[in-house]
């Protein structure tokens, strides 16, 4: 949903964008449809005559700042994520301390 204008030379363009995209969960390794938005998109171009204008660069840039930097499938609370499940379980099963060895040591003091 973008507005276009032209006004003193320059051509100005505001609105939202959203667009899906596919990423990859960084707990389970899933493929996930995750849809980006760009709440506030603005951009402001000074136009020297008639001339085409490509917005792509523009677009392409908000959307990819918008992309979460750590994706998780379970991030709308549409999914369960299984990488968290795995991750859950094994805190809560008890393993032996790496340290115990070293524990059992009697040093002289």
């Known amino acids: 949903d973008i507005d276009l ?6 051509l100005w363009a505001n609105g939202s964008l959203s667009q899906p995209v596919e990423l990859r969960c960084v707990s389970c390794l899933q493929k996930f449809t995750y849809e ?6 603005a951009v402001h171009l ?3 005559g008639p001339e085409t204008v490509d917005l ?3 677009v392409r840039e908000d959307i990819l700042l918008n992309l979460p930097v750590h994706p998780h499938c379970d991030r709308d609370g549409s999914r369960i994520c299984t990488g968290k499940q795995v991750e859950n ?6 393993q032996k301390s ?11 003091r």
Do not use: H, I, M, N
């Open 56 to 58: 792509t660069p523009f």
């Open 5 to 10: 204008g032209v006004a003193s030379g320059g």
């Open 46 to 48: 000074e136009l020297g």
């Open 89 to 94: 379980a094994r805190q809560e099963t008890k």
């Open 98 to 108: 790496d340290w115990s060895a070293l524990d059992q040591l009697k040093l002289k």
């Open 36 to 41: 980006v938005r760009v709440p506030a998109f």
